[in-house]
Nanobody, 124 residues
Framework: QVQLVESGGGLVPAGGSLRLSCTAS????????LAWFRQALGKEREFVATIDWSGGRTYYADSVKGRFTISRDNAKSTVYLQMNRLKPEDTAVYYCAARTRYSTTTYYGNYDYWGQGTQVTVSS
């Protein structure tokens, strides 16, 4: 059983930065594709970013492209989401997810394990 634990959320003013971390335990982390999703209050969960098992391929939602960067450290079993130039519309609970495949996907239904989420609030 894989467990994912997110950290790094908080309250930040518009234009600021945050770095989210998600550390895994109990699985073969280096074999998994990973992703970040988010869910704002009253809205559906949406894809943010994904990275393949090697870190060589990444993909972003248009709404965050150029502002967010996903990365991973397989030695630490951790995936990161660096968020810059934050906007109020980025306010949401952010979830990391792991997929027991090498390749990435943007569909939340293709991920096998989820963290509990971390709140990000961007004030205007």
């Amino acid at each position: 059983q894989v467990q994912l634990v997110e950290s790094g959320g908080g309250l930040v003013p518009a234009g600021g930065s945050l770095r989210l971390s998600c550390t895994a335990s109990g699985g073969a982390f280096s074999d998994y594709a990973l992703a970040w999703f988010r869910q704002a209050l009253g809205k559906e969960r949406e894809f943010v970013a994904t990275i393949d098992w090697s870190g060589g391929r990444t993909y972003y939602a248009d709404s965050v492209k150029g502002r967010f960067t996903i990365s991973r450290d397989n030695a630490k079993s951790t995936v990161y989401l660096q968020m810059n130039r934050l906007k109020p519309e980025d306010t949401a609970v952010y979830y990391c997810a792991a997929r027991t495949r090498y390749s990435t996907t943007t569909y939340y239904g293709n991920y096998d394990y989820w963290g509990q989420g971390t709140q990000v609030t961007v004030s205007s």
